[in-house]
């Protein structure tokens, strides 16, 4: 499918089948995910995979009981890491040697400047920025590997993250669910070219 279909066919799916993907297929997805751009290549985010009905059934009214939670295959959380440090670090470690000494120092210390520079608000901010990168990849992704995903904001993330036991410095950004649709897609609307331009 060429990229063009990819977009063009791809929709916010509102009710799944219920049926599983094969691993395989979420694995692929999770490498087209982890391939996502991010500022700086700091890649400040974690996903929580979440398939077995207990914990969809746990997390459907911290969605405001939209059906795709508990109908898809998998629901994939998206989450904004807020501990950016211990990430330049290991992303310092990864470029040693790929990058000379003299230009890795400066680089590293621009990268430390940028993140010490925020507040927790602002890294919350921009790490929900990054976030939204690496979603874009997972919802033409999905559909590139012949299968249907919604992505959604509507849900509590204080709850997401008690029902997930999750750390502080993790937090739901957004959701998406994915498998194959049982409902049919309505056709597109979009503004014009002109009305997105200033």
Partial sequence: MQFKDIVMNRYATKLF???ELPEEKVHELLE???FSASSFNIQPWKIKIIKDKETKEALFGAS???PQVTSCSH??????DTNIMPLIDKLEKHLKGAMS???LKPYMEMMRGFAGSMNEQQTLSWSQRQVYLALGNALNGAKSLGFDSCPMEGFSPAEYSKVLKLPGNIVPAAICAIGHAADKA????RFSKEEILI
């Fill in 64 to 66: 405001y009981n939209q």
């Fill in 17 to 19: 089948d219920g049926k």
């Fill in 186 to 189: 309505h056709p597109k609307m």
């Fill in 75 to 80: 629901l994939l959380v998206f989450c904004a």
């Fill in 101 to 103: 000494p003299d230009k």
């Fill in 32 to 34: 087209l995910i982890r």
